[in-house]
């Protein structure tokens, strides 16, 4: 069974940060691109970042760009999302994901893209 589990949120002050993890296990994905989404309450579901199953090209959403950063440890089959100086507006769940394609040459960003999927982490960031 592929399972995706988040872990890392939690409530957090504004100016802080967290970091999130995605441990997958039941198959490995080292050459699927991994990519983290959010939703707010009563919002649809929003791309955040990605990155190739390399670990050598990354993308992010504008509104979180040189705030937050992706990673990936394929040997530990394992992708991170560093959130950096946060904000009210950065409240949401958190999903990860995984490419329904192997070794794609573009960095996956639509949710269509994207496979297999975590049950989501809360991150709260009070003002």
């Known amino acids: 069974q592929v399972q995706l589990v988040e872990s890392g949120g939690g409530l957090v002050q504004a100016g802080g940060s967290l970091r999130l993890s995605c441990a997958a296990s039941?198959?490995?994905?080292?050459?699927?691109?991994r990519g983290w989404f959010r939703q707010a309450p009563g919002k649809a579901r929003e791309f955040v970042a990605a990155?190739?199953?390399?670990?050598?090209?990354?993308y992010y959403a504008d509104s979180v760009k040189g705030r937050f950063t992706i990673s990936r440890d394929n040997a530990k089959n394992l992708v991170s999302l560093q959130m950096n100086s946060l904000k009210p507006e950065d409240t949401a769940v958190y999903y990860c994901?995984?490419?329904?394609?192997?070794?794609?040459?573009?960095?996956?960003?639509?949710?269509?893209?994207?496979?297999?999927w975590g049950q989501g982490t809360q991150v709260t960031v009070s003002s």
């Open positions: 994901a995984a490419d329904s394609r192997a070794m794609r040459v573009v960095v996956p960003v639509t949710e269509e893209e994207y496979e297999y």
């Open positions: 039941g198959r490995t994905f080292s050459s699927r691109a």
């Open positions: 990155i190739n199953w390399s670990g050598g090209n990354t």
